[in-house]
């Protein structure tokens, strides 16, 4: 898919009168969709569990609760005029977890918000995006936000990693079965600046500075460029570099695994993650291997 820009997207009038609906749409990729879907014409309204101040196109709900789910889902297409052409995942939530523990509320919590939050919401909205097709008008489409993690795995984010992963699966699963109605992508952004660190930053096990970083616009610009297509891509990432990995991750992912843990070593076995309660059996364990090698 070609790299879009405000500029491309605005000149061929891609969504211009077009509805859609955001989850997420507080967050930082959320509330810059909704911003770039409007400049571009597009009837876009947006869902969040704590909407930032008093936003006339964003409401609240809670994607966990499935009554809530399919009421707030009814009125957002309402609000849209009975039509829904369009709709753009990003709730997610990223605690740190030590996947040698049993799972907790944080892990259920992931699963909750990130993999079954966007099983809810589509499920929900399905009868109006079919409808969109039904009417003669262009296929509804799905844009569901996984993460390049999902492919590339670090430790501590197991929980949101394996939600990620599920959550690719599902829109496999998505396509296949509806895909006859219904355009389906998943976009895998990298490492980008925003709250959904915030978890990980309080465990001292935060990704700052380990991987290469994104910047919003970029996985915005990719999610609306998906939207927006005339043949939309089925996986993509946010950047040039990203797609490079995803590609590599799907075709030699052993190797990946090796590039990965040996970047690890060097990290745990120097400053990186010290002093970090939930990070000190990964030291100890590395320290003991280390020790080992030096002895044999």
């Known amino acids: 898919m070609p790299r879009e820009t405000l500029r491309s997207l605005r000149d061929r009038s891609a969504l211009a009168g077009r509805t859609a609906l955001v989850t997420g749409a507080a967050g930082a990729f959320g509330s810059a969709t909704l911003k770039v879907l409007t400049f571009l014409g597009a009837d876009a ?9 008093p936003a006339d196109n964003v409401m609240a709900c809670d994607i966990t609760d499935g009554d809530q789910v399919r009421e707030v889902v009814g009125e957002a297409t309402r609000r849209l005029g009975g039509r829904l052409d369009v709709l ?16 907790d509320g944080e892990v259920r919590e992931a699963l909750e918000v990130n993999l079954l939050g966007t099983w809810r919401v589509t499920g929900a909205a399905l009868p109006a995006l079919l409808r969109a097709r039904e009417a003669g008008q262009a296929r509804g489409r799905v844009v569901i936000t996984a993460s390049l ?15 990620k992963r599920a959550l690719t699966a599902y829109a496999d699963v998505l396509r296949l079965e509806y895909g006859t109605h219904l355009d389906v992508t998943t976009v895998y952004p990298g ?7 915030d978890r990980s930053r309080a465990a001292g096990v935060a990704l700052d500075g380990l991987v290469p970083p994104e910047r919003v ?16 891509p089925r996986d993509v990432a946010s950047t040039p570099l990203g797609n490079s990995t995803l ?6 992912p052993a190797a990946v695994d090796r590039v990965v843990a040996a970047r690890i070593r060097r990290l745990v ?5 010290a002093g970090a309660p939930l990070a000190a059996g990964l030291r100890d364990r590395h320290k003991e291997t280390q020790d080992g090698g030096q002895c044999a």
């Open 45 to 53: 309204v947006g869902i969040d569990l704590k909407p930032a101040g």
């Open 88 to 103: 753009i995942h990003y709730a997610g939530i990223g605690p740190a977890v030590d996947i040698g523990q049993d799972p």
């Open 149 to 163: 993690l999902a492919v590339v795995t670090m430790p501590f984010t197991a929980a949101y990693t394996v939600s």
């Open 191 to 197: 490492y980008v600046d925003t709250p959904i660190h």
């Open 217 to 232: 616009r970029d996985t915005v610009l990719t999610a609306v460029g998906a939207a927006a297509a005339g043949h939309p």
């Open 247 to 252: 590609r590599l991750a799907r075709h030699a």
């Open 269 to 273: 076995r120097g400053d990186t993650f």
